[in-house]
Structures are given as C-alpha cells and as structure tokens.
C-alpha cells in the first residue's frame, strides 16, 4: 500500500485519515494497527460521509420541491404516520412529537394549512379540541419523496443477514454516541426540557388546561 504521505492532505478521504491529519497520536491510538487495516477503517469513515452527503441532498431536494423547512416536513411525517395508524393527531400531540412551543406550533399549522397541506377541524369526540390531518395531495407528494427513499434504505437493510444487522445496529449504536461532549449534551437537554416551552397546551380551542388525548397510540 502507498505511504499516505505521499497522498495530497487535501484529498477528502485524507482528511479521515489518523496518520494524516494526526500523525502525532495525540488524538487517536493506531499504532497497533495496521496498515490495511487503517485504510479499511478510513474506508468506512468515508461512506458514512458519502451517506450523510446523500441523505442531506434527498432531505433537502424534498423540502425544496415542496418548499417546506425542515421542521415542516417533520410535521407532515408526523401525520402521515398517525393517518396510517388511525391516531387522532392533535396540535398538542404534534408540539410534543417536535418538542416545540405551543405558539410555534400554532404558526407551523398556519403556515401548512395556507400553503393547502393540512386540515383543522373539530375532534370527532371532545369540541374543545382541534383535529389536524394531512390532505390527500400532501399525503401523496410525502408518500412518493421520503416514503419511497424510505422504502429503498429498509430495502438495503432486509438484504443483510440478521447477525450482519446486529453489527451494523451495534455499530451505529456506538458512533451516535461520539458525537456530543458532556458539556454539549447538557445544554441540549437543558434546551429539550419542559421547562424551556411554554406550558399550555395547543389542543384547547378556548385556551384552556391540559387534555388529555383519548388516543393513547403516539406514533414517533
């Protein structure tokens, strides 16, 4: 194999390289490995890298097709899955799926019911509360963008064996882990927790205390 010293430092998979980018080993320890053994860990690196590439441009071909942020699109997968589940969504159920303020919420539903992707109406059983759905077009423009590149990664995954799975799930598993200090996992926390929204509820059409949904199903 070629000294990677002699390839250019500027090469993308250079870049993921330990004995390029920390050839002193004061980040990583790889002096018990080998060389192939280096370039085939530096070769997953890179694929990780040209997946989280593709799957940014699908994320954002679909927004901008729709001309729908992301949060908005995370909105209408919501109520995709609760109409396939048969859930009553309500904004309350969509505020706490997104884990944002009862006022962004109200405006996330005015902005998607004016652009003509959601519906409000009364809730089949308690008036005070409003019913949300997606309509028939969204549901098809979100079915044929994300489900069906949903459809092809579930596709992949099936084709590996099931101790192939295991390793993979271990795998991801370990790496969703390195990305967050101690110091940034807390103040993401401290940003998710309750105390950072605003308490009332979004279901109350009269702006009154907490109802609890009837459906007890919250699809994620």
């Not at 919501?78 to 884990?99: D, R």
């Not at 092809?152 to 590996?160: G, N, Q, S």
């Not at 950072?196 to 109350?204: G, K, S, V």
Request: charged share 25%.
């Amino acid at each position: 194999m070629s000294d990677p010293r002699n390839r250019s430092p500027w090469a993308p998979d250079s870049m993921l390289d330990p004995r390029i980018i920390d050839p002193g080993h004061e980040l990583v320890e790889y002096s018990s490995l080998g060389a192939g053994e280096i370039a085939q860990i530096v070769r997953v690196l890179s694929w990780i890298r040209n997946w989280r590439e593709t799957e940014a441009a699908l994320s954002f071909q679909s927004r901008n097709d729709m001309q729908l942020n992301e949060t908005d699109m995370k909105a209408l997968r919501f109520l995709v899955i609760a109409k396939n589940q048969s859930v009553v969504a309500t904004p309350g159920l969509l505020s706490e799926h997104l884990n944002i303020s009862t006022a962004a919420t109200t405006k996330l539903l005015d902005r998607l019911a004016a652009a003509g992707h959601i519906e409000r109406s009364p809730h089949p059983t308690d008036r005070r509360v409003l019913m949300i759905s997606i309509t028939d077009g969204t549901h098809e423009q979100v079915r044929e963008t994300v489900g069906r590149s949903h459809a092809r990664r579930f596709e992949v995954a099936a084709r590996l064996t099931p101790d192939e799975r295991e390793v993979v799930i271990r795998f991801l598993n370990d790496l969703s882990g390195t990305g967050i200090t101690p110091d940034a996992g807390a103040g993401a926390a401290a940003e998710r927790s309750p105390a950072r929204r605003e308490q009332a509820p979004a279901d109350r059409i009269d702006g009154g205390g907490a109802t609890p949904d009837p459906c007890k199903c919250r699809p994620l």
